[in-house]
């Protein structure tokens, strides 16, 4: 193919790039514990809580839905992070973003008591911190965004000792994969273009 075939065709593919329709978010967890089976107290390690999550740490209760302890009436079931101690929980799977890809965290929050503490990590690393969560009449919403790489699973850990700690509900991970500028493509094909030209001239000049 001519040079000016190859840059027309990478023209085109710009074209169609600045057509393209955006990425969207992928749904990689959307947790609400469900509406059923409540008053489940101090579930240990290994236990599954919800679709997404097991306790990994301590135990948990799952409370609400009209139960003994529907702190938060009309939200179905949700998990207070502290039985009769610490718990921990953490998603069953294991999520990767790169560099330039974007991770939305959000979650509904409240307490089972006159406070609490939790923190969020995606693999090791911290993502957030909920301290000193006092009771209200409905839950409070939290959220995280990055763009930077992370991998690994996604844990709330209570930071309260006691019966009563942080209580979650509506947790959704979200991810949106970074894709090329337009500029970013019409540069690799141009390049590329220009190296196989180069490279065709060093073969006829060795020839001559």
Do not use: C, H, W
Request: glycine content about 14%; charged content about 10%; cysteine-free.
């Amino acid at each position: 193919m001519k040079l000016r075939s190859l840059i027309a065709s990478a023209f085109g593919v710009v074209a169609l790039a600045q057509f393209a329709t955006p990425a969207s978010a992928i749904t990689l967890i959307n947790e609400t514990f469900g509406s059923g089976n409540r008053d489940q107290f101090n579930i240990g390690v290994g236990s599954t809580v919800g679709s997404n999550f097991k306790v990994t740490a301590g135990n948990v209760d799952l409370i609400g839905n009209n139960g003994s302890f529907d702190l938060y009436p009309g939200n179905g079931n949700y998990i207070d992070l502290n039985g009769n101690t610490f718990g921990t929980i953490t998603s069953i799977g294991t999520f990767s973003f790169a560099a330039g890809d974007t991770l939305n965290l959000s979650y509904n929050y409240g307490t089972n008591g006159a406070g609490g503490g939790a923190n969020i990590f995606l693999g090791t690393t911290q993502i957030g911190v909920l301290s000193n969560v006092s009771v209200a009449s409905g839950f409070f919403s939290g959220s995280y965004d990055t763009t930077q790489p992370l991998s690994g699973a996604l844990s709330f850990v209570s930071t309260t000792p006691g019966f009563g700690g942080v209580v979650l509900d509506n947790i959704k991970l979200d991810k949106t994969t970074a894709v090329p500028e337009p500029f970013t493509i019409i540069g690799t094909i141009v390049g590329g273009t220009v190296a196989i030209r180069t490279r065709k001239k060093l073969k006829a000049a060795a020839k001559v």
